[in-house]
């Protein structure tokens, strides 16, 4: 028989480890809020939800199309608090305007992302820069010079020539994603591959940009971004450390536990690398292993909040 001591010794043990799995399955898995401004909707309430849970990321960016209103409404009042909306369009189409100017009057606080078959400087997405700037929200624009399977097409082309475009629209806060944007942070990229590998060749016009124009950031989101900070480890602190206040975490992850499972990189033979991972988990990690914690924290929370404008 045991006695009252022994009883409330166990008692104490055993509230003590139940304490601790709440604190080890409550706790930010990243030590601190995480927010991810490059989440597709997913179909159904939850989804987004199970990834972001699975991921440790607590708070994201819905993009999707502007038609979806009602979608993104039903998901914001079943999690308050945690997602916010950036809102697309058909650009090539003329009323691409009046929808998004709509987007904005019914919430969303961003235009994207913005990925169409035309030129980076061509009157399609000029139209945008120009709109983004007067209504005062960000626009995520994906760049990409090499097609990742036949027939694809190229998207958002010319980025050799956007300094131009920073220049002529400097009231616009552009985010720059995908492919040809984080290719370019090395000087001797030619379009030859959509991922290039191996060491980065110091003075990248995309470094370049970002060191020189205050209304352009990086979305670090995808295979691109990732492989931007994983291809050259001599590049990646450094790298981080210089753009602090311009870099912003996102994940364009599209596998379903935000452990890797299901299909990671969607419709994306390229990115094979990322098969069966979680984009969002990789590049956590990478920012993790290369940041002081306030840098860090810069680049999963208060950049993004200041982009878009978010009350936390
Ligand atoms: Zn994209
Ligand atoms: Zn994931």
Same mark, same amino acid.
């Given at each position: ?11 104490? %043990?055993?509230?003590?480890? /139940? ?8 706790? !930010?898995?990243?030590?601190?809020? /995480? ?14 939800? @199970? ?8 708070? %994201?960016?819905?993009? $999707? ?7 993104? #409404?039903?998901? &914001?009042?079943?999690? !308050? ?15 691409? @305007?009046?929808?998004?100017? +709509? ?5 969303? &606080? ?12 061509? !009157? ?8 983004? %700037? =007067?209504?005062? /929200? ?5 760049? &990409? ?14 980025? #050799? ?29 030619? =379009?030859? %591959?959509?991922?290039? $590998?191996?060491?980065? +060749?110091?003075?990248?016009? *995309?470094? #370049? ?46 596998? &379903? ?5 299901? @299909? ?12 069966? +991972?979680?984009?969002?988990?990789? *590049?956590? $990690?990478?920012?993790?292993?290369? $940041?002081? !914690? ?11 909040? +200041? ?6």
């Amino acid at each position: 028989m045991i006695d009252r001591r022994q009883f409330l010794g166990a008692l104490a %043990a055993t509230l003590a480890a /139940v304490e601790a799995k709440a604190q080890s399955t409550t706790a !930010p898995l990243w030590g601190g809020p /995480v927010l991810d401004i490059h989440s597709h909707m997913r179909q159904g309430l939850d989804a987004n939800m @199970v990834h972001m849970e699975g991921c440790g990321v607590t708070n %994201a960016v819905l993009l $999707t199309r502007a038609t979806a209103v009602e979608q993104v #409404k039903a998901v &914001q009042a079943k999690y !308050p608090n945690c997602f916010i909306w950036s809102a697309s369009a058909d650009i090539t189409k003329p009323d691409a @305007v009046e929808v998004l100017t +709509k987007a904005v009057k019914d919430g969303a &606080q961003g235009f994207g992302e913005l990925k169409f078959h035309v030129e980076a400087d061509g !009157p399609e997405l000029r139209r945008m820069y120009a709109l983004a %700037a =007067e209504l005062d /929200v960000p626009i995520l624009v994906h760049f &990409q010079e090499v097609q990742h399977f036949e027939g694809e097409g190229a998207w958002s082309t010319g980025f #050799k020539r956007f300094e131009a475009m920073l220049k002529a629209y400097p009231k616009t806060r552009f985010i720059g994603h995908a492919d040809a944007f984080w290719a370019n942070v090395s000087a001797d990229y030619h =379009e030859e %591959a959509a991922y290039p $590998t191996g060491p980065i +060749k110091r003075g990248g016009i *995309t470094d #370049k940009l970002l060191g020189d124009y205050a209304n352009l950031y990086g979305d670090l989101s995808a295979n691109s971004g990732n492989n931007a900070l994983s291809r050259d480890p001599s590049f990646t602190a450094d790298f981080l450390a210089r753009h602090q206040n311009k870099l912003v975490f996102g994940s364009d992850c599209s596998c &379903q536990d935000g452990r890797g499972g299901g @299909v990671s990189q969607n419709n994306n033979p390229a990115a094979a690398r990322m098969r069966g +991972k979680c984009a969002a988990r990789e *590049t956590l $990690t990478i920012l993790k292993q290369n $940041t002081e !914690p306030d840098v860090f924290r810069k680049l999963t929370w208060e950049n993004g909040l +200041k982009l878009f404008k978010i009350k936390a």
